[in-house]
Nanobody
Framework: QVQLVESGGGSVQAGGSLRLSCAVS????????IGWFRQAPGKGREGVAIIDHDDRPHYADSVKDRFVIAKDSTVTLQMNDLNPEGTATYYCAATGYCYKRWFENYRHWGQGTQVTVS
């Protein structure tokens, strides 16, 4: 059904920016929430930002005002003013329901893209 493929990861210095993209199959025919998550070495996976059924963004407090999620032909995550805490593998994911529980119940996952901030 839904397939997700991330791209855009890389290495940047602190204060720099990266733009991640998530290509989503069946995007136009499926009503879903799509989110970005990240997992640093030795830590659990955490939600970063999602865009809901009404195309409204929701951000984790740790990235609010620095990251921007948007949806067009792909779902992008513009990451600005990166810091070393941003070093992680970033995943995009999809769910059919996310209202008020923005980072829960995601069942479709991409393979991840690595971001390193030095």
């Amino acid at each position: 059904q839904v397939q997700l493929v991330e791209s855009g990861g890389g290495s940047v210095q602190a204060g720099g920016s990266l733009r991640l993209s998530c290509a989503v199959s069946e995007f136009t025919s499926t009503t879903i929430c799509i989110g970005w998550f990240r997992q640093a070495p030795g830590k659990g996976r955490e939600g970063v930002a999602i865009i809901d059924h009404d195309d409204r963004p929701h951000y984790a407090d740790s990235v609010k005002d620095r990251f921007v999620i948007a949806k067009d032909s792909t779902v992008t995550l513009q990451m600005n003013d990166l810091n070393p805490e941003g070093t992680a593998t970033y995943y995009c994911a999809a769910t059919g329901y996310c209202y008020k529980r923005w980072f829960e119940n995601y069942r479709h996952w991409g393979q991840g893209t690595q971001v390193t901030v030095s």
